[in-house]
């Protein structure tokens, strides 16, 4: 019975022949086992895995932050999505995007096309990475990245909130995830065009966050507003969100894992380079946060909750291109111009009615080409160019913003992509799930 | 003064033993610290170190969830349990579980039964692991597993919420954590009589979850289900919970935490493994998710929220015994069937009119035994049998289904086990603590 | 365009010379990474860092319980504050608190009065710690240590909850983390006075929670108890908070992030030491739940909670200032006696009209003196005297609360400290900010 279904599954499914591979690279495993050199790798091993620990945690921030900033009737909706994005996104990146992003290119594809393949049927071979990098396994840098991936269709989540079809957002969220992403990546981090150019970003302030940022702005524009957001005689009227400590969760938790998201991506354990992002990573973040709670108190008149938070995002966002190349208080400045800019950016989006619920265009998409910028400006390393960063962070926010057009425009023309009126009103949660987020709470003491 | 009090201590106390001993050894441990090994020893303690953090995190995640899943009115309640289960079980854990689960057995005892003690006395001199796995210390070891140990009563926690008498249930966690889940602990872990047989549960499907699960079981027969969740004319009322966010935020960071339940039970760093049980982990708990959504839109005929979070932990547990050992394939298999079975067993348990208010049967009882069953089918070690993991994962099951079904009958008996009609309708939280969960709570805006 | 841009940043920002000596020290590092010691190095360098990242979360854990222990209408201002304790604290203690804490004094300051500056321009050659305890980078001594340094007037927050004008309070917290602390701090981490003495404080019961708790009971002094919390009659009327889920996930966090705490002031990953900090560190915790359990349910006639929960925290502090050098039993003989003094010391400052909403005095103040007696009484290291505990303790519990006396009350003289009482009757959220917390919450369903 269990050599039956063995072979069954062994017939249908190549993917298991990975782990035939993982037990015969063994022999070869163990004998590296016993060099002088297997310390450190497992060290700076471990450290990547952590990272990924900690880059899974901002799902969960995502998740929080986003039902946060919303309408308690869109609550079970939310946090649905980012858990099938979450899902959907770690096993198409194994089906594909990872080996589309890194190994590189087909020939003759000038470092534009990738072309990848099921992890377990090609890299069945590849335990253990043994090039210059090798400071992690290979399924090390598998699951690293692919925590990364899910979050590019995370932020276009919140972008679209409260009014987005489930099964249209699904369906765009497995393309982008699943194919535009790792296609983009390889550009940069797979060894393709943008990387021969010298275009430098570090931990993906424009691979992951202006990519979803402007993913987000192209289907904020095919979607259009949320009912009653723009009033009639031109106002704008705030749909506030439904709790301030679940969105504060998150941010807490996004910080957070951005040790994981920029530590790690330093790719090993070095002291010195892991330490040092750690510090300018803080730095941004904090100073993010102090000058979107002076913007905010001057500009809106009061201390801003939303504001100081979204200060934070800003100044991670801002720093995660350069946070292993600018010098400390050049962190504090990144963080600090983050901070004004997310305000100013959220502010105008309102004014011209781009409907973003949580910032997130502003946090990720502006946040992210300034960061990328700003390594040009800020870089000790000489080689580092803001032209070419600008030329970088362009093509990353227009190929995410035209794609998006184009697929999230075929997805609406197919089978729409907003709920009716009468749902939205109604909430998600009901339409969409026939759940509700706070079924049986009630206020008993009065 | 300070010596009367320290030899007060030292009389009353045999424990304060193992800080002399601690610096006993020290001596020895010094001139291991300048070998060559100790570098890899530090690297790998530190990773079971941060295991034990990691699992310390899912009695969070197991409090939210069963806090989110069920009703207000009850929230101080289960909180204040799962605080207790905690603190109770590290406890009587370091008082005679320890030693019980891992050092062996007394003479004759054929390895089921383990004799325990306070690991202060009997291992005063056992400062560092000597062994052949000699990859931790033994106060990590120590750790680790204590922090495993209270998730059994965890699991029964959430089945029994909501109508069981707080004092009856913390004697019966008591008793579960502190004797019986380390004594069938030992039978594989500490190298008992299915060990002997060549069971196999690499992080503990059927050891920690099936236990629990099965254990969960028992008590809810005796229990009975919670008034108005079945009418007399025999239909099912849905009893509904009141915090889908706490339930989303438990479920993540149960995954989050899996990641050092299972990543630590490697009991070392060993890139290769750690990484590749980080990826089947990951791979099982996303193909869970999926199949309980696929399943739950197809025969709830909506996409649920609930079952997405169940599937997420179906695909866990399923994977916890064969983690190190099936391919990456296999984990995708085994992720979707758990993501499927724990829906319909949701189903058919509220059929027959067993009421688990968070499906900790369905999840950790069912999926536990098919994770178990799975290493089986999937494995690619040639050791492993179908027919020796029906036996160890029936043996966990029965055993703690028995055991509970004798002992929760026991308490019945004596003290009774259910709270009266009216302190169930009026919520436990102000029937045993006198307390509300959100006594200031109110709706200021409209 | 960036030239110009790089050279008015370096003119302007003497900081940057940082990132430009990060690079010149490059050289040496690397020849430091090809030795044998590097791989050792590294894991120890990566334990501080994750601890860096712990005792983050612990300020996460710090906002969730205090929101979760006040009123609702307070929420917005309390997480506000809470991310400006941790922006401003990071940032000051980069400007100045890290060099005043650490490399000494000035000359003929007798160990007392230490000097700061910015960390970028007078370490700018120190990239890497050199001397006996070099275990880590000097960047990673910097995050971790400005991880501790904002807990201090965290704690303050919880204590002047629900009433302390926002402007107040921030002038007086950047003041207390940015230079109290770390002049305090020095004494002993910095080499100062008390560590001549021979006074002990391993993870800071004293430097941080004392210093916390007592400067929180200056300011409670001075800014008087919440209007309606003490009536005229002599009566005390409780003021309940608004989530007890919340709270929970508060303490849950904090207990998580003192795996950091403890575990990391043992400044390496040296695998018996961090893993017996762990041990003592839960074992404390877990007594001190179980003490305030029973402590509570004896006195108040009910198992609460919020006991519970405090009782997890008393245990916490408890240990902190003995984790390495207390037997195992003695841990839990620490927490247990913690656990029964928080419970008492609550209800004591309620009693004489000292309003503290979270019980911060009594955790963090009474409990860390206790933690810095308990070396004197337990401690396996013979050179721990009960006197220099007591002078230690006292010298940072006096400090605090006649610094905090003498700043709080100077802002009291020239802007005030308290809001107006119609602004704490309506809520600080509305008052000082303009928002809500759960602008959106509705009850939908009844």
Redesign the interface.
């Known amino acids: 019975?269990?050599n039956l279904?063995?072979n069954v599954?062994v017939l249908a499914?190549?993917?298991?022949?990975?782990?035939?591979a993982?037990?015969a690279?063994?022999e070869s495993?163990e004998a590296f086992?016993e060099t002088?050199g297997?310390?450190?790798?497992?060290?700076?091993?471990?450290?990547l895995?952590?990272s990924?620990?900690?880059v899974?945690?901002m799902?969960?921030g995502f998740?929080?932050l986003e039902?946060g900033l919303?309408?308690?009737?869109n609550?079970?909706n939310i946090?649905?999505k980012?858990?099938?994005i979450?899902?959907?996104g770690?096993?198409t990146y194994?089906f594909w995007g990872f080996n589309a992003m890194y190994p590189g290119f087909a020939e003759d594809s000038a470092g534009i096309f990738a072309a990848g393949s099921?992890?377990?049927a090609d890299n069945a071979d590849v335990?253990?990475m043994t090039d210059a990098y090798a400071a992690?396994?290979?399924?090390?840098d598998?699951?690293f990245q692919?925590m990364f991936a899910a979050t590019a269709a995370t932020i276009v989540s919140g972008a679209v909130a409260e009014r987005i079809k489930?099964s249209s957002f699904m369906i765009f969220a497995v393309i982008l995830v699943g194919f535009a992403y790792p296609l983009a990546g390889s550009w940069k981090w797979g060894g393709g065009w943008l990387d021969g150019m010298g275009f430098y970003d570090f931990a993906g302030s424009s691979i992951v966050h202006a990519f979803g940022g402007f993913a987000a702005l192209a289907c904020v524009l095919i979607l259009g507003p949320r009912k009653g957001k723009y009033t009639k005689d031109g106002k704008i009227k705030p749909?506030?969100?439904?709790?301030?400590?679940?969105a504060?969760?998150g941010?807490?938790?996004l910080?957070?894992g951005w040790?994981g998201f920029n530590?790690g991506s330093v790719l090993s354990?070095?002291?010195?380079l892991?330490?040092?992002v750690?510090?300018t990573t803080?730095?941004a973040?904090?100073?993010g946060?102090?000058a979107s709670?002076a913007t905010s108190a001057i500009v809106l008149k009061?201390?801003?909750?939303?504001m100081?938070?979204n200060g934070?995002l800003a100044g991670l966002v801002g720093i995660t291109a350069g946070a292993d190349?600018?010098?400390?208080?050049?962190s504090?400045?990144i963080g600090l111009v983050a901070g004004v800019l997310v305000v100013f950016a959220i502010l105008f989006f309102d004014k011209i009615k781009v409907d973003d619920p949580v910032g997130a265009i502003s946090v990720h998409g502006i946040c992210g080409i300034w960061g990328t910028l700003a390594v040009?400006?800020?870089s000790?390393n000489a080689d580092h160019?803001?032209g070419t960063q600008l030329i970088g962070t362009l093509s990353y926010g227009a190929f995410a913003f035209i794609f998006s057009l184009v697929v999230f425009g075929a997805i609406k023309a197919v089978m729409g992509v907003r709920v009716s009126e009468e749902e939205e009103f109604e909430?998600l949660d009901i339409g969409?799930?026939?759940?509700?987020?706070?079924?049986?709470?009630?206020?008993?003491?009065?």
């Open positions: 019975m269990k279904l063995r599954s499914l190549a993917g298991v022949a990975a782990a035939t993982f037990a690279d063994y495993y086992a002088e297997y310390a450190l790798f497992t060290a700076n091993n471990l450290w895995l952590i990924a620990a900690l899974f945690t799902h969960l998740s929080t039902v919303t309408q308690q009737k609550t079970v946090l649905f980012n858990v099938f979450l899902a959907a770690v096993l194994a099921w992890f377990g335990s253990l992690y396994t290979w399924w090390t598998f699951i692919a489930l749909i506030l969100g439904h709790s301030m400590p679940l504060t969760i941010v807490f938790l910080f957070l040790f530590g354990a070095d002291p010195l892991v330490s040092y750690f510090v803080a730095l973040a904090c100073a946060a102090i709670m009061k201390p801003d909750l939303s100081a938070l934070i190349t600018v010098g400390v208080f050049s504090v400045i040009g400006i800020f000790t160019s803001f909430g969409e799930h026939g759940q509700e987020a706070y079924p049986d709470f009630s206020i008993t003491s009065r």
